[in-house]
């Protein structure tokens, strides 16, 4: 029960208005005060959560939370501004679940969504500040109150330039990125759940908020039974990626949202989304399908210039080119080719704005240099002088040209030789002196951080120099995590951490700067990244890399070589401890059709085949989970005691 804390001038028990005795506790008369200890007592009138509740409100007050006016409301929810006054006054946003929506599938929903919040602490994203239910049983959960609109209007309304918005967009990859790393999918990222209000000093905050469908990924959101009903789509469709469409919502991963967030910014840049919304809403399933599947949107800057961008377009000749590709590579209909996350499609808007090559397209030598044009007008200009010089026959320009040709040939040996020493330096010195024990591990990781400041400081301008550099220090920290394995399991786990942000770095770099995906360097370093991944127990990460750099090799692959043979073991172990049933079928059919005979990678296929088996037991298969031991079995035999390959003994 509720009760009004006694006053001064409280004199008449509120229950039975009987006279109260100085100091009578809770202000209630004693024949009361036993009363309610019995949970006999009524609540004062008004203290009820149902009780003199204002028209269109269903409550008076929540808990702690009195109700002032409602916000909106979803198919299952409907949020409530409120006012909190203990032990802080401030406006609170509350959601409660709709009368009547308490099936067992809708209350998972609810819970679901609820702990989804709770897990994260971003300040991009709506912060959970309570939770429970509602006198007469309704869950209901209490978040941060927004006081903003939708990021379009926001930007609208202000008429911000391109610059402008890409920079508050930013912010809401952080937030998405953010929820990924807690194993959170959103699935319905759209203007009205990306709200943006002014704080104190007028900046521009964006807020994710509504996870009423997010999808876990890699954790347990509630204990509740939660599944998707079969053939309902989840989401809005104006903000729909294919595979969304496709699975009904259910085989998603990142890259979904990645979708969804080059809707929003193409929505931001042209005033409109990529495909007519009341024509995706009143299409059928299979319609909706294969619009989104089959049918392929304008870039941004012809959208403007065909005159049917809406809102407040930005001009389309600050669109062409660069926010072109990097909008369409954000809605590549196949996923493989989207950015990997979040953090990727936010770096590369990052190195649109700092001027520099962006990775949506080929980085044509042409493209190259017509962003090194950009950045060095004077530089330029100066060449340009030098070209007409030598337009008039200077001979003195002219041998100034030869010589800047053989300076050129010479970078080449150069750099040749810096990746001759780089392999002698990590294969023959580093190795050696990890396995002898020549290093100890805290001076190894002392020189090992001196020597990550120095990359950042010298390396900078030179990119492939920097992801070598890098990629030399990510392998030697896998090797000092190996001598800290009997050590501190923090301790591993931070220098694991710092092998993949430099893997990652070189990975990014080498990406933008070779011209193969199959260089050995650009494999290497995703290899390293994925195992980096792995050892942090981020599978579904390890995973994502692996596809998107299989994705690129395509014909190219051939897991005969060594880094492309061991990222395919990753891609197999990571499968694997996701419980991806299909890629892990995918990954060792990979391998066996490409006969990779290191018996590591058989002791992989090994275990997959194990992993397949539990996976079928989970279903009850029996039948299957015996098939997949029997292979496993076979594999077993097929190496011999000194561990070496012998293949007789597969027959």
Known sequence: ?????????????????ATLAEGSPFGLCSSCLVAAALDEVEPAEGDSDAAEASPG??????????????????????????????PVERKVAIKILKRGMDSAQIVARFE???????????????????????????????????DGEPITEFCDSRSLGVNDRLRLFLTVCEGVQHAHGRGIIHRDLKPQNVLVEEDDEGRAVAKVIDFGIAKATERLLTTRTLHTELGRLVGTPAYMSPEQAESAGADVDVRTDVYS????????????????ADRLRRAGAAELERILKDEHPPRPSARVAGGVG?????????LRGDLDWIVMRALEKERARRYASAADFSRDLERYLEGDAVQARPPSKWYRLSKWARRNRVALFASAAVFLALAAGTVISTTQMLRAMRAE???????EIADALNDFFEDDLIAAALEKGALDLNSLIKVLTHAEKKIEGRLTKYPVAEASARLMLARTLLGAAMMAESKNPLVRAGIYANAQRNARRALDLFGG??????????????????????????AGQALDVTRHVFARLGDDTDLSDKYQGELALSQLQAAAQVGDRRAVLASHGKLLAEGYG????????????????????????????ADRIRHASILARMTTHSGTWDHKAAY
């Open 112 to 146: 679901a969504e609820r702990q989804a919040l709770a897990l994260m602490n971003h300040p991009n994203v709506a912060t959970v500040l309570d939770g429970g239910e509602t006198e007469d049983g309704r869950p209901f959960f209490v978040m941060e109150f927004v």
């Open 310 to 318: 809406g809102g407040a377009a930005i001009p389309a000749s600050q």
């Open 513 to 538: 700067e070779l011209q193969s995906p199959s260089d050995r360097r650009y494999v290497g370093s995703a290899q390293t990244l994925a195992r980096s991944l792995l050892e942090l127990g981020q």
């Open 409 to 415: 040939k010479a970078a080449e040996e150069r750099a």
């Open 57 to 86: 409100l269903p409550y008076a007050t929540v808990g702690h939370y009195r109700l002032l006016g409602k916000l909106g409301e979803g198919a299952f929810g409907e949020v409530f501004e409120a006012e909190q006054a203990q």
């Open 261 to 276: 967030l080059g809707i929003l910014l193409y929505e931001l840049v042209t005033g409109d989304t990529p495909f007519d």
């Open 1 to 17: 029960p509720h009760f009004r804390p006694m006053t001064a001038s409280t004199n008449l028990c509120p229950t039975c208005g």
């Open 598 to 625: 290191d018996v590591g990678i058989w002791a992989a296929v090994d275990h997959s085949y194990r992993t397949l088996a539990q996976l079928a037991l989970d279903r009850g298969e029996i039948d299957e989970a």
